[in-house]
């Protein structure tokens, strides 16, 4: 099976924040997510996609993941309802407010993002 990439682009303006993301929607791709990768490469990204929005199902963990990295939730139009950094082996992570999609990528993107920004991805 073909991996799925796309862009997170800001919707007041067009700009690119990540030119390509790696689009996860199966229970596998979500379930393995960074676990056990040394580092992110410049520019890689990973979105990790549920069903519908909620808090419960859109938390994350950091156990096995062994290099902090943003973690930015996103509702299911377009909203950030979240963003933070993550820790190496942190239990528990989840965003104030429903969402959708979780954004896991390198720290220096949460300079890039707030919450109350809206998003899309293309």
């Not at 067009?14 to 030119?19: G, K, P, R, S, T």
């Not at 379930?31 to 979105?47: D, N, S, V, W, Y």
């Not at 062994?66 to 933070?84: D, K, S, Y």
């Not at 820790?87 to 989840?94: I, L």
Request: aromatic share 12%.
């Amino acid at each position: 099976m073909a991996q799925k990439f796309v862009q997170v682009v800001r919707q007041d303006n067009a700009e690119v924040l990540i030119e390509k993301a790696r689009w996860c929607s199966s229970r596998l791709c979500r379930l393995r997510g960074l676990q056990f990768r040394r580092r992110l490469l410049p520019g890689e990204a990973l979105i990790l996609a549920k069903e519908g929005d909620s808090i419960a199902a859109s938390s994350i963990h950091m156990f096995f993941v062994f290099f902090p990295i943003a973690a930015v939730w996103v509702n299911g139009e377009g909203l950030v309802t979240g963003a933070q950094l993550a820790k190496p082996w942190r239990p528990y992570y989840a965003s104030p407010a429903p969402a959708r999609y979780v954004i896991e990528t390198s720290p220096h993107f949460l300079e890039r993002i707030s919450p109350g920004d809206k998003i899309e991805f293309r």
